[in-house]
Nanobody
C-alpha cells in the first residue's frame, strides 16, 4: 500500500521560510515523478511544483517561481519543498502526490496517490 506522509507545515510570518517533507513508502519511489499541490479555503487544488523521477527536471507555478524549490532524495524516499519569502496568499493545506509516470505534470489527474496534507499559515 502506497503511503505519503507530509510534515513541516506551521505558522510563519510573511517573509519567512518553511521546508516541507514528504516521506513515501509502498512503491519504488525513484520510478515516479512527484508533485506538490495546495488548497486554500474555498479554492480548488492548485499545482505548486513538480519533479521528475530522477530530479533532473522541475516545474513551478508562476505564483511560487523563484521563491519555492522542489527537490528529492531517492535514497530516502523523500521529496521536499523549500519555501522562502512566504506571503499570506501562500496560506493553504499543502499536499504531496506521486505521479503515475516518470515526468512531472501540472494536472491532478496525473497523480495517483496523495498524502493527508500539512497546513501552512502565513501571517501578515
Amino acid at each position: 500500500q502506497v503511503q505519503l506522509v507530509e510534515s513541516g507545515g506551521g505558522l510563519v510570518q510573511a517573509g519567512g521560510s518553511l521546508r516541507l517533507s514528504c516521506a513515501a513508502s509502498g512503491r519504488t519511489f525513484s520510478n515516479y515523478a512527484m508533485g506538490w499541490f495546495r488548497q486554500a479555503p474555498g479554492e480548488v487544488h492548485e499545482f505548486v511544483a513538480g519533479i521528475t523521477r530522477s530530479g533532473g527536471s522541475t516545474r513551478y507555478a508562476d505564483s511560487v517561481k523563484d521563491r519555492f524549490t522542489i527537490s528529492r532524495d531517492n535514497a530516502k524516499n523523500t521529496v521536499y519543498l523549500q519555501m522562502n519569502n512566504l506571503k499570506p496568499e501562500d496560506t493553504a493545506v499543502y499536499y504531496c502526490a506521486t505521479g503515475s509516470g516518470a515526468f512531472w505534470s501540472t494536472q491532478r489527474r496525473d497523480y495517483d496517490y496523495w498524502g493527508q496534507g500539512t497546513q501552512v499559515t502565513v501571517s501578515s
